[in-house]
């Protein structure tokens, strides 16, 4: 996994708390933010074949939340997210982009459930 999410100025230490892991439906995907003193940062999760995933909600192209003109970020299939702001196309498990002006792929951010029941940003 690369470590690309750790370039953003407000990008959250290992262990910093997500939500609670009941809170991403199989299937859904979720726009959220996690605050932590280092600032505010964008967080893409769905939850596919029981796995959370997640990604830094930040489309390479102009740096706009996948979210930015519509909460609907996930194709009809749900095996897509696409980018509210210009159409780009992105892999609901690999962040890798499939279709747009985005040459780059989203940013994975590593995600771990606790013990509680809580995502917790990864090592």
């Given at each position: 996994m ?11 230490e ?42 830094v ?29 210009h159409g ?6 690999t962040?890798?982009c499939?279709s ?13 459930e ?10």
């Amino acid at each position: 996994m690369s470590d690309g999410w750790r370039s953003y100025s407000s990008a959250p230490e290992t262990g910093a708390l997500v939500c609670a892991s009941s809170e991403i439906d199989e299937g859904v995907a979720r726009c959220l933010s996690v605050q932590t003193e280092r600032g505010i940062f964008p967080l893409l999760l769905v939850r596919k074949s029981g796995r959370v995933r997640a990604f830094v909600n930040a489309c390479p192209h102009q740096y706009l939340p996948l979210d930015y003109r519509s909460d609907s970020v996930l194709s009809a299939d749900g095996a897509r997210f696409l980018c509210s702001a210009h159409g780009a196309a992105f892999d609901v498990t690999t962040g890798a982009c499939l279709s747009g002006d985005a040459a780059e792929g989203l940013d994975p951010v590593p995600i771990a459930e606790d013990a509680n029941g809580n995502l917790r940003i990864g090592a």
